[in-house]
C-alpha cells in the first residue's frame, strides 16, 4: 500500500519556476517507481516523469526535457520535480503516483499565466 501527498503548486508568470513535492509513505519494504503525471481538463492523464531509488531517472516525456527535473530524497520519503521556465502550456493538474498507475495522489493544479 502507498499514500502519496503532493504539495508547491500555484500560479506562476510565464518563465517562472515551482517545485512540486510528493510525500510517500510505504506500508512495505517494496522499491517502488514513483513518479509525476499531468491532466488537462477534458485530455486524459500522462506521465511527465518517472525516477526509481535503484535505476534513477526512468523517463522524462518530450516537451518537458530540459526544463523539469525529478528527484528522490529516500531518507525524507520525497519525490520532487523541479519545475523551471514554464510555460502556458504546462498548466495542468499534476499527480504524484507509482509508475504503473496502481496509487495517486490527490493532485495539485499549476498555472501559468500572465
Known amino acids: 500500500q502507498v499514500q502519496l501527498v503532493e504539495s508547491g503548486g500555484g500560479l506562476v508568470q510565464p518563465g517562472g519556476s515551482l517545485r512540486l513535492s510528493c510525500a510517500v509513505s510505504?506500508?512495505?519494504?517494496?522499491?517502488?517507481?514513483i513518479g509525476w503525471f499531468r491532466q488537462a481538463p477534458g485530455k486524459e492523464r500522462e506521465g511527465v516523469s518517472c525516477?526509481?531509488?535503484?535505476?534513477?531517472?526512468?523517463y522524462y516525456t518530450d516537451d518537458v526535457k530540459g526544463r523539469l527535473t525529478i528527484s528522490r530524497d529516500n531518507a525524507k520519503n520525497t519525490v520532487d520535480l523541479q519545475m523551471n521556465d514554464l510555460k502556458p502550456e504546462d498548466t495542468d493538474v499534476y499527480y504524484c503516483?507509482?509508475?504503473?498507475?496502481?496509487?495517486w495522489g490527490q493532485g495539485t493544479q499549476v498555472t501559468v499565466s500572465s
Open positions: 503516483a507509482d509508475c504503473y498507475g496502481l496509487y
Open positions: 510505504v506500508s512495505d519494504s517494496a522499491d517502488y517507481a
Open positions: 525516477i526509481s531509488s535503484s535505476e534513477g531517472v526512468l
